[in-house]
């Protein structure tokens, strides 16, 4: 018989809604409770893709915009195989923002559609739950300053906001809402029951192919 697979974990979210704590909290609970996890997050900033991409969102270099929403999803694809074969070794991953911030900080630009941004991460590994964690503006504002790589302003950020709201609508893909305001605590509880139920029905369903 198969070994039986990891869960696909993604976390979304804007801008200080606390992904990272929360992915990190996430992966402890796991391992605690005994089922292996590893956390991913993208841009995955250490390849050769992901240096470029990093000296853009730090504006030591300009990218053109199509070009970047390219590199974005190709430093994705680059990771596909170490994906699949961890998953298939059974081991959870979870993934701070996947083709979603891809879609929604890139059509948050002028001239570009939904479709357009999608096209490139289609068939990407389909993550088996997809947290967005929901902070409002004057909330997040609350939570410090924006810093100063680029899309870290209030107006952008607000725009993609939208677009993720546009995408949550997609019924293809399994959606929770987390509401971020709460305490890091309450929070987490609430990540870790959507999480284990996946992990545990994961086991035993195929992994999909994102937006096919
Ligand atoms: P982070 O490393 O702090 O999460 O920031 C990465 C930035 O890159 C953040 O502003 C979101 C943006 N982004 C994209 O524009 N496209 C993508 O595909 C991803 C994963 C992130």
Not at 75 to 92: A, S
Not at 136 to 155: D, I
Request: charged share 25%.
């Amino acid at each position: 018989m198969a070994s039986k697979r990891g869960a696909l974990v993604v976390l979304e979210g804007v801008d200080r809604a606390g992904k990272t704590t929360q992915c990190k909290k996430l992966v402890q609970a796991l391992l605690e409770s005994g089922r292996p996890a590893e956390m991913m997050r993208f841009p995955d900033r250490s390849t050769t893709i992901g240096q470029l991409i990093s000296a853009y969102l730090e504006k030591k270099s300009d990218l053109e915009d199509h070009t970047v929403h390219l590199l974005f999803s190709a430093n994705r694809w680059e990771l596909v195989p170490v994906m699949k074969k961890k998953l298939e070794q059974g081991i959870t991953l979870v993934v701070d923002r996947y083709a979603f911030s891809g879609v929604a900080f890139t059509s948050a630009k002028p001239g570009f559609t939904l479709d357009w941004c999608m096209k490139p991460d289609e068939g990407l590994p389909k993550p088996d739950l997809v947290m967005f964690l929901q902070l409002n503006p004057a909330k997040a504002a609350l939570r410090g300053q924006f810093g100063t790589e680029r899309y870290e302003t209030s107006a952008f950020q607000k725009a993609v906001h939208e677009k993720f709201e546009q995408l949550m609508k997609d019924s293809s893909v399994n959606w929770k809402v987390i509401d971020a305001s709460q305490n890091i605590e309450g929070v987490h509880n609430d990540i870790r029951t959507h999480s284990l139920n996946v992990v545990n029905e994961a086991q035993n369903t195929p992994l999909g192919e994102l937006w096919r």
